[in-house]
């Protein structure tokens, strides 16, 4: 193993004098620098030949190595059955940071200087560093999201521009959210098979190079003007939307690379070493925890450099403010293939001064052996909370459905309150609820419309004879598939999502908005748009191409996240203890329909259907503070008995759920203040919140 420094400054260092590069290969026998002709990508200009040292590290030196030079690595080495040496390709630096293409297809390192040195200016502006409790998280798609934005300039829509124009600073803004969250950015490429049906790969989960920003979300005038140019757009990108008190989330694809499987293309790895970067069996066949053909290895320390370097330069030279790491157990995987949450990488994040005050997001699975790993990351993380997503769906819908079929929803409340919590019984004392990343939906599956208009997925479109996507869907149709004519049944998709909705921005945990689902954005039931570039997997933002109610609920979204920032019990920091005072916990207790504390009957009767969540903040920085929370998940409307509960002299009504519009709640007619013991009669399936007035 390399001795800790060994690997540093990997890559090219340049200025204009010339540069210096250095690659790591422990089994090449023999690595050139091809340098190659600016204005003809085929033309090699020059050729050096770099000494390997005792730790691997292959480098060299030239003068033609400045900014703006196009180069490549030509690696030679044994033809044992594990490796793939073949010194007529072309292969891609794996820290090259900016990219660029020759008419044969193979990539070419572009040298870059450093922002600063390019006359790029951070102005100032720095890291919003959102508290985690405070943070709402917008998953967005750079190209999807203003490709259709009429108000942002037409050379700019569907670029890192756009996402930066003053247009889209508004609406996000407006919105409340407090954390964007992209969609890959790094260079990607569509897999084989894509690129022979003619398809691309929109959402970019194909990486090709860990360094450089996808050129492709870049203006054409960028894109023209260079590599420099492009990475020069993405600062500006960051920096405008930090200027609006944005924060930018990277999701990034460290588990596989563009490679595919043995029979694939080989851009850079795979020539470089690939019995070392990827993971193999006894057989010298790749070990595939992804489903995607490869899985590099970070049993071995060059490839755990290459993601930290790689997160690093991003969260430092580019300002990024986190990280949501895809298939995240392959990146904790040891030698042996076995995954821990002591695994080097993960505990070099967290140590890293940089990367430890990032955001760290962990998709906690991936399709190899014990691969689910919900809630077994280390303290530092938060992750993707697939419980939280599949039982608010089943409540909502999956209960629904059965209830509707067999007269009984099969289930009670207190799993669902449960993940109301915070996931308790997920997530350690230590960690507390910020470690759960609640969502309902994501890019991957039906849209928060979709799930109440779909019983199964329609992925026709995609080319696999709807083969792929999930069949596992927790949705309901509500008894027409696809559009429906009937008006009550409309009406009842609309409170289902108003429902869903409002249970994951009313949440203990860190909520993340899917972008559409604001206003209802549909896919036209596909669960797996990632290879549609077009309409179908872009924002709406014409009116008359929204759906019908697409206003209101972007009411309903407005208000939902203002009561969020304005409610410190709704996001407590901490697990409280029962009979206990814990600093930014809140102090929860949990009433029947009758206003009486739930017992155990309560809690694990199916028929057991409306619950009354009391939640008092114990914040450290903020005032304090007391909600009520009334949930009612049965058709039929229902008489509740509003708690009186020590110190509360009043409930003020926030949002009613079976209201279309925060503009039509019942105060406005005088009728938000209730007292303690007072009878209410609340329809079904729906939310109340209340602010609990009093002493708390």
């Known amino acids: 193993m390399p001795a800790p420094d060994a690997l540093d400054a990997l890559g090219v260092r340049a200025d204009g004098d010339g540069g210096r590069i250095r690659v790591w290969s422990e089994h090449a026998s023999a690595i050139d620098l091809v340098v190659f002709d600016p204005d003809d990508l085929d033309w090699a200009v020059e050729r050096t030949p770099l000494v390997r040292d005792v730790h691997g590290v292959w480098s060299g030196e030239s003068a033609r190595l400045v900014p703006g030079a196009h180069y490549g690595l030509r690696v030679d080495g044994p033809a044992d059955f594990d490796h793939a040496f073949n010194p007529v390709h072309t292969l891609l630096d794996p820290y090259a940071r900016g990219l660029a293409r020759a008419d044969d297809g193979s990539w070419r390192g572009v040298v870059v200087a450093g922002l600063e040195e390019s006359g790029f200016e951070w102005g100032g502006v720095s890291k919003p560093r959102v508290p985690l409790d405070r943070t709402v998280i917008y998953e967005a798609h750079v190209r999807g999201f203003s ?56 959402w970019g989960y194909n990486t090709l190079a860990f360094f450089a920003a996808h050129a492709p979300y870049a203006s054409a ?48 790895f795979r020539g470089i070493d690939n019995a070392s970067y990827y993971r193999h069996d006894a057989h010298g066949r790749y070990v595939d925890t992804t489903g995607c053909g490869n899985t590099l290895d970070f049993g071995r320390e060059a490839p755990v450099r290459l993601a930290l370097d790689s997160m690093r330069y991003f969260a430092e030279e580019l300002q990024v403010d986190g990280f949501r790491l895809d298939l995240a157990v392959t990146l904790g995987r040891d030698d042996h293939g076995g995954y821990s949450p002591e695994h080097p990488l993960l505990q070099g994040m967290l140590a890293d001064p940089v990367l430890g005050a990032a955001k760290l997001i962990a998709e906690p699975w991936d399709v190899g052996p014990g691969g689910w790993q919900t809630g077994n990351f280390p303290a530092g993380f938060s992750e993707w909370n697939d419980r939280y997503r599949d039982r608010m769906r089943d409540f909502w819908l999956g209960d629904l459905r059965r209830e509707r079929e067999t007269g009984s929803a099969g289930s009670g409340i207190g799993r669902f309150a449960t993940r109301l919590a915070g996931s308790s019984n997920t997530f350690s ?47 309901y149709n509500h008894g027409v598939e696809g559009e429906a004519q009937d008006p009550a049944i409309r009406a009842a998709r609309r409170r289902s999502i108003r429902n869903l909705l409002g249970t994951l921005l009313l949440s203990a945990g860190v909520p993340m908005l899917t972008a559409g689902d604001e206003f209802g954005r549909t896919q036209r039931g596909n669960n797996n748009a990632y290879c549609h570039d077009s309409p179908l997997s872009w924002l709406a933002w014409a009116a008359d191409e929204r759906p019908r109610y697409g206003d209101e609920l972007l009411a309903t979204t407005r208000h939902l996240l203002r009561l969020r920032a304005e409610n410190p019990a709704l996001r407590p920091i901490r697990f409280g203890r029962s009979g206990e005072r814990i600093p930014s916990a809140s102090q929860m ?108």
């Open 147 to 202: 490709k259709l934005n009429e108000a942002v300039p037409e050379p700019l829509r569907g670029t890192y521009a756009g996402l930066a124009h003053d247009a889209s600073l508004e609406y996000l803004t407006g919105l409340g959210v407090t954390t964007v969250e992209l969609l890959p950015v790094h260079a990607f490429v569509s897999e084989q098979r894509l690129v022979r049906q003619g398809r691309v790969n929109s």
């Open 221 to 268: 005038a960028a894109q023209a003007e260079g590599a420099h140019a492009v990475r020069r757009e993405f600062a500006g990108m960051v920096r405008r939307l930090h200027e609006a008190g944005l924060e930018v989330v990277l999701d990034v694809v460290y588990n596989h690379t563009a490679e595919e499987g043995r029979q694939g293309p080989t851009y850079s």
């Open 429 to 475: 004392p230590g960690r507390g609820p910020l470690a759960s990343l609640n969502f309902v939906t994501a890019h991957d599956g039906f849209t928060l419309a979709d799930l109440t208009a779909f019983d199964v997925k329609h992925n026709l479109g995609n080319g696999e004879q709807n083969r792929d996507g999930t069949d596992n869907n927790n949705s």
């Open 589 to 696: 207790d949990w009433f029947n329909a009758d206003g009486d504390t739930m017992d155990a009957d309560d809690w694990n009767s199916p028929a057991e259907r409306t619950l009354q969540y009391l939640a008092a903040s114990t914040p450290e920085t903020e005032a304090v503070n007391r909600i009520l929370l009334v949930v009612h998940a049965r058709e039929t409307e229902t008489e509740v008995v509003l708690p009186a509960a020590a110190g509360v002299t009043g409930y003020t009504l926030l949002w009613d759920s079976a209201e279309e519009s925060p503009s039509a709640l019942p105060g406005d007619d005088g009728r938000a203040s209730r007292s303690p013991g007072e009878r209410m009669t609340i329809a079904g399936p729906s939310m109340r919140l209340f602010r609990a007035e009093g002493d708390a």
